[in-house]
């Protein structure tokens, strides 16, 4: 399994960015789809997850305010990110779970948050 992240950048507080996640080969045996986030110095943390059944799951940092969403003719994974805060500003990586237990991950978008 590929993934090809895109999207980030540098946003003002309170604005908005959606990353892109596209996946490609064999994106069959992919059972949830996903971003995790890595500020300077920390370790790298859940975001929000969508599974194949159409479950979510969230951080309680950004639930009201992150929106992950999936597009299957594209195999393409969103993240709509709103009212952005400093805290926000992190890589943020694309992570796809397999049925078999592999994990894979696309290089990460820089996310930055500064007025």
């Known amino acids: 399994v590929q993934l090809q992240a895109s999207g980030g950048g540098l946003v003002q507080p309170g604005g908005s960015l959606r990353l892109s996640c596209a996946a490609s080969g064999s994106i069959s045996s992919v059972r949830e789809m996903g971003w995790y986030r890595q500020a300077p110095g920390k370790q790298r943390d859940l975001v929000a997850v969508?599974?194949?059944?159409?479950?979510?799951n969230y951080a309680d940092s950004v639930k009201g305010r992150f929106t992950i969403s999936r597009d299957n003719a594209k195999n393409t994974v969103y993240l709509q990110m709103n009212s952005l805060k400093p805290e926000d500003t992190a890589v943020y990586y694309c992570n796809a779970a397999t049925s078999y237990g592999i994990n894979y991950w696309g290089k990460g978008t820089l996310v930055t948050v500064s007025s």
């Open positions: 969508l599974t194949n059944r159409g479950g979510t």
